[in-house]
């Protein structure tokens, strides 16, 4: 199950890991989207859009607990790149700690905000009542979710992308019966779906922890490995703080944009919501290969084996290039068929707007793939600011577009939001991570296993 991935054909390497990590997203995307369909065929456009005007704020609680969880595993596998088994468990004790802290900060910060969250996102009073309570359950599903990623992306540290595969798999069958009945039996309304995701994803974390102990000897702490100083938590923190404000700048953007959108009526947020789900399923290979560049270039980063990054990164940037005009044509062959697949008897008004969403959005998938590929080989170095940096840009283009835009073109100027974010964020990454590279003074083209010197290396892994 352990694999490491300093030796071997980069792109091999990548793909081969990156591929359960596809699945598993596909997976993950399934959570949402069978709870989209359940509401939209089961009770009708209202549920529907109480859970896409929600859906962004809990994405927000997640993208930020992912960023940090992403960020502390950073520094595990750098570890294990090294061959340094006592540094894994510590890292490992020392993310479990600070993950906790990160559940209650998400908890406190959500439950004692929902007014002004709601308020904020200028939700119609017509679902204002039902959307609170929609949140204040799904925060806790949220918090399982968090638990989850962390434990999935500690595996995938280790060189293991199937076993987190398996657990969603079954996480997500059990969250769709679970939803099933308690909408189609029980008659629940929309906090139904809340509650059935969480209990399925509770389920799997504890599964999981099962599974880790008893498949995972390295990951066996001992009394000696919860004894961790405060300067190595540090080391975690200052990669994985910058990740989750990264994540969570990105998540502010789509709150941005949702907010925004919500002040064009129930039907146009029933629309962009069932199109944003046809976005982040054609997206999800191109955010897979990322996540597994990733994993691939901290091994390897500490292992000094930097030839072996620019060769992945390389070729990364060209699979993605093709992934992305693939995903380019299916989204406008197919666009209005998947997005009438989430929505029941749908008005050709909402159905004509999520399809223009799709259309516009497909045609930049090139530069979102940058993003990935540069942003995540960054982050897998030990280099989180610029991708904040990156975050931060995006930020500032989604908001200015949005609003800008919208008031001149009404939705479809929401629309281009996000693609313009994507073309300057785009532009940090790929430039900062040709300036850093550059540094290291390393020719693309040789024998790639050679090592070379890195002086941050050594401070990185420096004995705890």
Same mark, same amino acid.
């Given at each position: 199950?352990?694999?490491?991935?300093?030796?071997?054909?980069?792109?091999?390497?990548? /793909?081969?890991?990156?591929?359960?990590?596809?699945?598993?997203?596909?997976?993950?995307?399934?959570?949402?989207?069978?709870?989209?369909?359940?509401?939209?065929?089961?009770? #009708?456009?209202?549920? !529907?859009?109480?859970?896409?005007?929600?859906?962004?704020?809990?994405?927000?609680?997640?993208?930020?607990?992912?960023?940090? &969880?992403?960020?502390?595993?950073?520094? &595990?596998?750098?570890?294990?790149?090294?061959?340094?088994?006592?540094?894994?468990?510590?890292?490992?004790?020392? #993310?479990?700690?600070?993950? %906790?802290?990160?559940?209650?900060?998400?908890?406190?910060?959500?439950?004692?905000?929902?007014?002004?969250?709601?308020?904020?996102?200028?939700?119609?009073?017509?679902?204002?009542?039902?959307?609170?309570?929609? !949140?204040?359950?799904?925060?806790?599903?949220?918090?399982?979710?968090?638990?989850?990623?962390?434990?999935?992306?500690?595996?995938?540290?280790?060189?293991?992308?199937?076993?987190? $595969?398996?657990?969603?798999?079954?996480?997500?069958?059990?969250?769709?019966?679970?939803?099933? &009945?308690?909408?189609?039996?029980?008659?629940?309304?929309?906090?139904?779906?809340?509650?059935?995701?969480?209990?399925?994803?509770?389920?799997?974390?504890?599964?999981?922890?099962?599974?880790?102990?008893?498949?995972?000897?390295?990951?066996? !702490?001992?009394?000696?490995?919860?004894?961790?100083?405060?300067?190595? $938590?540090?080391?975690?923190?200052?990669?994985?703080?910058?990740?989750?404000?990264?994540?969570? %700048?990105?998540? /502010?953007?789509?709150?941005?944009?949702?907010?925004?959108?919500?002040?064009?009526?129930?039907?146009?947020?029933?629309?962009?919501?069932?199109?944003?789900?046809?976005?982040?399923?054609?997206?999800?290979?191109?955010?897979?290969?990322?996540?597994?560049?990733?994993?691939?270039?901290?091994?390897?980063?500490?292992?000094? *084996?930097?030839?072996?990054?620019?060769?992945?990164?390389?070729?990364?940037?060209?699979?993605?290039?093709?992934?992305? *005009?693939?995903?380019?044509?299916?989204?406008?062959?197919?666009?209005?068929?998947?997005?009438?697949?989430?929505?029941?008897?749908?008005? =050709?008004?909402?159905?004509?707007?999520? &399809?223009?969403?799709?259309?516009?959005?497909?045609?930049?998938?090139?530069?979102?793939?940058? @993003?990935? %590929?540069?942003? =995540?080989?960054?982050?897998?170095?030990?280099?989180?600011? $610029?991708?904040?940096?990156?975050?931060?840009?995006?930020?500032?283009?989604? +908001?200015?577009?949005?609003?800008?835009?919208?008031?001149?073109?009404?939705?479809? +100027?929401?629309?281009?939001?996000?693609?313009?974010?994507?073309? +300057?964020?785009?532009?940090?990454?790929?430039?900062?991570?040709? %300036?850093?590279?550059?540094?290291?003074?390393?020719? *693309?083209?040789?024998?790639?296993?050679?090592?070379?010197? @890195?002086?941050?290396?050594?401070?990185? /892994?420096?004995?705890?």
């Amino acid at each position: 199950m352990i694999q490491s991935m300093t030796q071997g054909n980069p792109i091999k390497l990548i /793909l081969l890991f990156s591929i359960p990590i596809m699945l598993g997203n596909f997976f993950q995307q399934l959570y949402i989207l069978s709870d989209l369909y359940i509401l939209g065929h089961f009770l #009708g456009l209202s549920a !529907l859009a109480v859970a896409g005007a929600m859906t962004p704020v809990f994405m927000m609680a997640l993208f930020i607990a992912t960023g940090f &969880t992403n960020g502390l595993c950073i520094i &595990t596998a750098q570890r294990f790149g090294a061959n340094d088994i006592r540094g894994v468990r510590k890292s490992f004790s020392g #993310g479990l700690m600070l993950t %906790v802290l990160c559940c209650f900060m998400v908890v406190i910060c959500i439950q004692f905000n929902l007014d002004l969250i709601l308020q904020k996102m200028n939700v119609p009073t017509d679902i204002y009542v039902d959307s609170g309570r929609f !949140l204040k359950v799904i925060t806790y599903a949220a918090l399982a979710m968090l638990f989850y990623n962390y434990l999935a992306g500690v595996m995938r540290a280790l060189g293991d992308s199937k076993t987190p $595969l398996y657990f969603l798999i079954f996480a997500s069958v059990l969250n769709i019966i679970i939803n099933v &009945t308690l909408i189609g039996y029980y008659k629940l309304d929309v906090v139904g779906v809340a509650v059935g995701t969480g209990l399925a994803q509770g389920i799997s974390v504890i599964l999981c922890c099962i599974w880790l102990f008893w498949k995972f000897p390295i990951l066996r !702490l001992r009394k000696s490995d919860w004894s961790v100083s405060g300067r190595f $938590l540090l080391e975690h923190l200052k990669v994985a703080i910058p990740m989750s404000l990264q994540f969570s %700048v990105i998540g /502010l953007g789509v709150i941005v944009v949702q907010s925004i959108c919500n002040k064009f009526g129930t039907d146009t947020i029933a629309a962009f919501s069932a199109a944003g789900r046809i976005e982040h399923i054609a997206t999800v290979p191109l955010f897979s290969l990322g996540i597994g560049l990733a994993t691939y270039t901290a091994q390897n980063f500490g292992a000094c *084996l930097i030839r072996r990054i620019r060769q992945g990164v390389l070729q990364c940037f060209i699979f993605v290039s093709g992934i992305g *005009l693939i995903m380019t044509i299916c989204a406008y062959e197919w666009g209005s068929e998947l997005v009438a697949f989430f929505l029941s008897n749908p008005n =050709q008004d909402v159905l004509n707007k999520a &399809t223009q969403y799709v259309q516009v959005t497909s045609l930049f998938y090139f530069f979102l793939g940058l @993003i990935f %590929v540069f942003r =995540q080989a960054l982050q897998g170095m030990g280099y989180p600011l $610029l991708p904040l940096l990156s975050g931060l840009v995006e930020l500032g283009m989604r +908001g200015f577009a949005a609003f800008y835009l919208a008031s001149l073109y009404g939705y479809i +100027g929401i629309c281009y939001a996000g693609p313009i974010a994507w073309i +300057g964020g785009a532009c940090i990454v790929v430039i900062g991570y040709l %300036v850093i590279i550059h540094r290291y003074r390393v020719p *693309l083209f040789g024998k790639i296993d050679q090592k070379c010197a @890195i002086p941050r290396r050594d401070k990185i /892994l420096e004995k705890d």
